[in-house]
C-alpha cells in the first residue's frame, strides 16, 4: 500500500475532503460561472451553466510540502501564478489551480464535476512515490542476452555465407 503524507494541521468541521487526509475549506473555493459554448438551442443562450474554480494551492490542507510540489507539478496546465520547478513560488497565495467544467446542462452538476476533478489530482499528489530501487541484471538473464546475441550472430554469419 502507498504511504500517505501526514497533515500538518487537524481538518476544521466544515472542510471539504479532498482524500484521506487532504481538506480544503469551502472560503478558498471561488466558482465564477459562465455561459457554455456550443449547440443548445434556448437553454445555452440563457443560462450560466459552465462552471469555473480558482483555489490557491496554499491553502489546500493536509498536504506536506513535497505534496503541494508533486500538486502542482501534476497540475502543470492547470496552475496559474506559480512556477511548479520553485518551491516558493507555490507556497504563495498567488499560485492557483484552476478548473473548468461545462460537460453538464446543469451548474450544479459542473460544479460539483470541478470539485471532483480537484479531489481526483489532490488525491493523487497524496501519494508518495516509491523510491526506485538499483538492482543489477541476475546471472541468468546476463547468460540468456549473450546466448540469444549469439544465435542472432549465428543467423547473419549463415546468410552471409550463402
Not at 475549506?25 to 471561488?30: E, G, I, V
Not at 480537484?118 to 538492482?135: F, S
Request: net charge positive.
Amino acid at each position: 500500500m502507498h504511504r500517505v503524507s501526514l497533515p500538518p494541521s487537524i481538518r476544521p468541521p466544515n472542510a471539504i475532503s479532498l482524500g484521506p487526509l487532504a481538506w480544503v475549506l469551502p472560503s478558498a473555493l471561488h466558482f465564477s460561472y459562465a455561459r457554455s459554448g456550443g449547440p443548445g438551442g434556448q437553454n445555452v443562450n440563457k443560462v450560466e451553466s459552465k462552471a469555473q474554480l480558482r483555489v490557491a494551492i496554499a491553502s489546500i490542507g493536509g498536504l506536506d510540502h513535497f505534496g503541494r510540489m508533486r500538486l502542482a507539478r501534476m497540475a502543470e496546465s492547470h496552475l496559474h501564478g506559480g512556477d511548479p520547478d520553485d518551491p516558493m513560488s507555490i507556497e504563495s497565495p498567488d499560485a492557483e489551480i484552476r478548473f473548468s467544467a461545462e460537460e453538464h446542462r446543469s451548474q450544479r452538476a459542473n460544479h460539483d464535476e470541478c470539485i471532483a476533478r480537484l479531489h481526483d489530482l489532490v488525491l493523487r499528489a497524496a501519494v508518495v512515490p516509491r523510491r526506485r530501487r538499483k538492482t543489477k541484471p541476475t546471472r541468468g538473464s546476463r547468460e540468456r542476452r549473450l546466448e540469444s546475441k549469439k544465435i542472432q550472430g549465428e543467423k547473419k554469419e549463415r546468410r552471409r555465407k550463402n
